[in-house]
Nanobody, 125 residues
């Protein structure tokens, strides 16, 4: 059973930075694209970024372009989300997700079979 464990969340002031990690364990042979979602209070869960297995395809939601950078280290079975110039509206629980065979296209949460438990990011002064 593929499992993800996210870490790196916390509290940061506006303009600050955080680096989230997503470590996979279990049967990793079938994990391909890594996608990061976030879920803010009162809002729907939204995809913010994805990266293909080889890292050659990357996509970002318009709301985070230029501020978030996704990457991965397949040798460590770990994905990363570097978050810079954080804004209060970035406050949310951040999740990584994947599903076998899915390309790097930001989709609906129901499109993904495997999820981590999430890590809270709070941006406030």
């Amino acid at each position: 059973q593929l499992q993800f464990v996210e870490s790196g969340g916390g509290w940061v002031q506006p303009g600050g930075s955080l680096r989230l990690s997503c470590e996979a364990s279990g049967f990793t042979w079938d994990y391909d694209t890594i996608t990061w979602f976030r879920h803010a209070p009162g809002k729907e869960r939204e995809g913010v970024s994805c990266i293909s297995r080889g890292g050659g395809i990357i996509n970002y939601a318009d709301s985070v372009k230029g501020r978030l950078t996704i990457s991965r280290d397949n040798a460590k079975n770990t994905g990363y989300l570097q978050m810079n110039s954080l804004k209060p509206e970035d406050t949310a629980v951040y999740y990584c997700a994947t599903t076998a065979g899915r390309p790097c296209v930001l989709g609906r949460p129901s499109d993904y079979a495997y999820w981590g438990q999430g890590t809270q990011v709070t941006v406030s002064s």
